[in-house]
């Protein structure tokens, strides 16, 4: 059995203790190995104290054309200058349900949203025409602009962007996009 020594406590109660002045620290641990004086700020190079360590981005090629500073994070589509407020909006996954799947469940098909043939995106427009929105819609990103509000919706599924429809509807100020879904594995996942 290995016993506790005087020298290895004090080792212990060296690294443990708070660190004072450099001169108290040199009488108290003169009998201590210099491999227990060492704590996790000794891990790495040394400091250099001559030197003001700085934490802004230093260009690493003299090609770069800007720092990561001046990059905004997020989406491509994102005007940061452009104020104007994101509006209400909804996404519903649909399916095509016939008596056949309801009643007697002969396609396979299930709630879940693996069957999903189509989504449906609703979005509140209050106080606008529909002669007033620009809408582009790409495989995975929708992009709404009106007068009053702008919108840049990352899709949860890819989707073909050809094959949707919009309608707006004057008396609920909303307008409904319906995009067909584009799964590549269709076949093996729905019969």
């Not at 090629?61 to 990059?71: A, L, Y």
């Not at 702008?150 to 949860?156: I, N, R, S």
């Amino acid at each position: 059995m290995d016993c506790v020594g005087v020298h290895n406590l004090q080792a212990l109660s060296a690294l443990l203790s708070a660190q004072q002045d450099d001169d108290e620290d040199d009488e108290e641990c003169k009998n201590v190995p210099a491999c227990a004086r060492l704590d996790p700020g000794h891990i790495g190079p040394p400091l250099k104290k001559d030197k003001e360590v700085t934490t802004a981005y230093v260009k690493k090629n003299s090609k770069d054309i800007w720092s990561e500073e001046e990059v905004a994070e997020g989406s491509q589509y994102d005007d940061l200058a452009d104020q104007r407020p994101q509006p209400e909006y909804e996404i519903i996954l649909k399916q095509s349900v016939g008596t056949e799947d309801l009643f007697l469940g002969l396609s396979g098909k299930d709630p879940s949203s693996m069957c999903c043939e189509a989504m449906l995106v609703k979005i509140k427009l209050p106080n606008t025409k529909a002669t007033d929105v620009v809408l582009d819609v790409k495989e995975k990103f929708l992009d709404l602009r009106t007068p009053q509000y702008k919108l840049g919706l990352h899709l949860p599924h890819p989707t073909h962007s050809h094959g949707g429809k919009a309608q707006f509807f004057s008396e609920r100020e909303e307008l409904e996009v319906t995009l067909p879904m584009n799964r590549p594995m269709d076949f093996i996942n729905m019969p």
